[in-house]
T-cell receptor
């Protein structure tokens, strides 16, 4: 069984500042890890996916995430926040077909 | 190409009524999933289809919930005798394969039970 913990239900950043969203997971076997973004009243959109090919994964919209096995973490970062990054972000893990999601982190961007 | 579509986008019903939620997956995707998103919570898995079969129904919260898939395409999630705690956004996803594959989500159906 897997589980996901996202630290911080809300994150507020200034436009142009670093965005850091934390995700820790537990899994008995090497997992597949995902970050999804959800804009208001929309479904989930894939930001990036870890599949063991590389520990640093680059995604869309300038986001990237680093897989650290020793820390069981998969934190999401973006060097410079944009107003359009305001959304809810979900970390998810699976080692089969069933995604287990974190509770989500809502990002607000201050002008 | 077309993504996953769901209908209706919003559904308001009275407690005790039955509702049907529809999902049209991406063409050619053999795997289909239903998830539920309650207000302020992450997504919880409901059911997984591989083709028209549902090898994993472990997330269905009660026997009031059922789902089917036909023609390896459209899926319907049915909730009988709806309760207020059923109010949530119901999201459908599909993937080309199942194991570890990227799941593509639809926009969801927002269900409100009065």
């Amino acid at each position: 069984a897997q589980s996901v913990t996202q630290l911080g239900s809300h994150v507020s950043v200034s436009e142009g500042a670093l965005v850091l969203l934390r995700c820790n997971y537990s899994s008995s076997v090497p997992p597949y890890l995902f970050w999804y973004v959800q804009y208001p009243n929309q479904g989930l959109q894939l930001l990036l996916k870890y599949t063991s090919a590389a520990t640093l994964v680059k995604g869309i919209n300038g986001f990237e995430a680093e897989f650290k096995k020793s820390e069981t973490s998969f934190h999401l970062t973006k060097p410079s926040a944009h107003m359009s990054d305001a959304a809810e972000y979900f970390c998810a893990v699976t080692n089969d077909y069933k995604l287990s999601f974190g509770a989500g982190t809502t990002v607000t961007v201050r002008a | 190409g077309a993504g996953v579509s769901q209908s209706p986008s919003n559904k308001v019903t009275e407690k005790g009524k039955d509702v049907e939620l529809r999902c049209d997956p991406i063409s050619g995707h053999t795997a289909l999933y239903w998830y539920r998103q309650r207000l302020g919570q992450g997504l919880e898995f409901l059911i997984y289809f591989q083709g028209n079969s549902a090898p994993d129904k472990s997330g269905l919260p009660s026997d009031r919930f059922s789902a089917e898939r036909t023609g390896e395409s459209v899926s319907t999630l049915t909730i009988q005798r709806t309760q207020q705690e059923d109010s949530a956004v119901y999201l459908c996803a599909s993937s080309l394969e199942s194991f570890g594959d990227t799941q593509y989500f639809g926009p969801g159906t927002r269900l409100t039970v009065l």
